[in-house]
């Protein structure tokens, strides 16, 4: 049996290695591109839809304006589970 030959090649250092960098480099464009998101989401929020209280009295779907309509019908179905 024959002893494997030591590589006679000096290791690099980890910064020189193109696989570290996938690595480390992957998580670290995630971890910016959250804080960005976050950034965005707290300088630009999403404005709140208010019902007028005329037609929040009324009750009915026909009350509502067209633009609030997918966003009550989503409300209610969540808050009654359904029925």
Request: charged fraction near 10%; glycine fraction near 6%.
């Amino acid at each position: 049996m024959s002893q494997p030959q030591a590589s006679n090649t000096p290791s690099r250092p980890w910064w020189r290695e193109s696989m570290m960098w996938l690595v480390i480099g992957g998580p670290s464009v995630v971890v910016v591109a959250s804080f960005v998101t976050l950034a965005l989401a707290i300088t630009y929020p999403d404005p709140v839809i208010e019902v007028v209280p005329a037609q929040a009295s009324a009750g009915s779907e026909a009350a509502m304006s067209s633009a609030q309509t997918p966003a009550m019908k989503a409300r209610n179905h969540a808050a009654t589970g359904g029925r």
